[in-house]
């Protein structure tokens, strides 16, 4: 399983980005995807996450901003930022759950500047 993150970049507070990443291997629409950052000097948290029922969880800290989403048809799940914060600056990075294992993709960075 590969999965490549991007849409990454430098955007100013209230603005807004779109992350993506496609995954490639033995994935499908069964398998749950999710989002998770690390900022500098902090540990990675998770952002949102999406089942394999299409159910969707955030964190409270971008619950109202962020929307997770899918295309099964391109084993592709999204991540929409708005009304991005400074505190959102962060390495954004994927995940998929395959047969119990977690497999991560490569880190894209987002910067919200003030």
């Known amino acids: 399983v590969q999965l490549q993150a991007c849409g990454g970049g430098l955007v100013q507070a209230v603005g807004s980005l779109r992350l993506s990443c496609a995954a490639s291997?033995?994935?499908?629409?069964?398998?749950?995807m999710g989002w998770y950052r690390q900022a500098p000097g902090k540990q990675r948290e998770g952002v949102a996450g999406i089942t394999t029922g299409g159910s969707t969880n955030y964190a409270d800290s971008v619950k109202g901003r962020f929307t997770i989403s899918r295309d099964n048809a391109k084993n592709t799940v999204y991540l929409q930022m708005n009304s991005l914060k400074p505190e959102d600056t962060a390495v954004y990075y994927c995940?998929?759950?395959?047969?119990?294992?977690?497999?991560w993709g490569k880190g894209t960075l987002v910067t919200v500047s003030s």
């Open positions: 995940n998929a759950l395959v047969d119990a294992k977690i497999y």
């Open positions: 291997g033995i994935i499908n629409s069964r398998n749950a």
